[in-house]
């Protein structure tokens, strides 16, 4: 396991990986321009609530040949946006983020499912509110490129949890308790 800022975590988020196979792990930082996590929620059954968390910090360490890594993901609570200021003040109160008790959600992952060549899924554990679950991110598109001499990769990733499990039960069951989960992300070689 790593350190990174004092907190444990294996390596960060969304297997950015090299395209291609290599005896050494490739290592990629997360972009802050690029890398948010999205989310959905299904407001009285009418419409849906959405917002995002952002800009993201981590990194990814992937060895694609071996078919495994390392990711790592920090997300910001107080980050959270709406586009609503006081519903963004609202989400962040002790009842449902607690993002004064707890400033940083995390993800960590160290299992990647591969199709063929392709990156499939991210399985790890997600915390929010100091509780941990598993969560699976599955790949909608991920590739890379080269810019100015330097691999980026990234790609957009779906999952879902279930606020009730990290104890956010405000609002049940008129506001869902199934969250899906987008992440966008974009990382840099080191």
Same mark, same amino acid.
């Given at each position: 396991?790593?350190?990174?800022?004092?907190?444990?975590?294996?390596?960060? @988020?969304? %297997?950015? &990986?090299?395209?291609? %196979?290599?005896?050494? *792990?490739?290592?990629?930082?997360?972009? *802050? &321009?690029?890398?948010? $996590?999205?989310?959905?929620?299904?407001?009285?059954?009418?419409?849906?609530?959405?917002?995002?968390?952002?800009?993201? +910090?981590?990194?990814?360490?992937?060895?694609?040949? +071996?078919?495994?890594?390392? $990711?790592?993901?920090?997300? &910001?609570?107080?980050? $959270?946006?709406?586009?609503?200021?006081?519903?963004?003040?609202?989400?962040?109160?002790?009842? #449902? #983020? %607690? =993002? %004064?008790?707890?400033?940083?959600?995390?993800?960590?992952?160290?299992?990647?499912?591969?199709?063929? *060549?392709?990156?499939?899924?991210?399985?790890?554990?997600? /915390?929010?509110?100091? $509780?941990?679950? *598993?969560?699976?991110?599955?790949?909608?598109?991920? =590739?890379?490129?080269?810019?100015?001499?330097?691999?980026?990769?990234?790609?957009?990733?779906?999952?879902?949890?279930?606020? =009730?499990?990290?104890?956010? /039960?405000?609002?049940?069951? @008129?506001?869902?308790?199934?969250?899906?989960?987008?992440?966008?992300?974009?990382?840099?070689?080191?």
């Amino acid at each position: 396991m790593r350190q990174y800022r004092g907190m444990r975590l294996p390596a960060l @988020l969304l %297997a950015l &990986a090299a395209t291609g %196979a290599g005896a050494q *792990p490739a290592a990629y930082v997360l972009d *802050p &321009a690029h890398s948010f $996590v999205h989310f959905e929620v299904l407001h009285f059954g009418t419409s849906t609530s959405r917002g995002r968390f952002g800009p993201i +910090a981590g990194f990814v360490t992937l060895d694609r040949a +071996a078919g495994r890594g390392e $990711v790592g993901l920090r997300i &910001a609570t107080a980050g $959270v946006d709406t586009g609503l200021t006081v519903f963004n003040a609202r989400l962040r109160e002790a009842d #449902l #983020l %607690a =993002s %004064a008790e707890y400033p940083e959600a995390f993800f960590v992952a160290t299992r990647f499912r591969f199709d063929g *060549p392709a990156l499939a899924e991210v399985r790890g554990e997600f /915390t929010l509110r100091g $509780v941990s679950q *598993p969560l699976s991110l599955f790949a909608r598109r991920f =590739s890379c490129r080269d810019d100015a001499g330097t691999e980026v990769c990234g790609g957009d990733f779906e999952g879902e949890i279930l606020r =009730s499990d990290f104890g956010i /039960t405000f609002g049940l069951p @008129l506001v869902a308790d199934r969250v899906r989960l987008l992440v966008q992300v974009e990382g840099r070689r080191r």
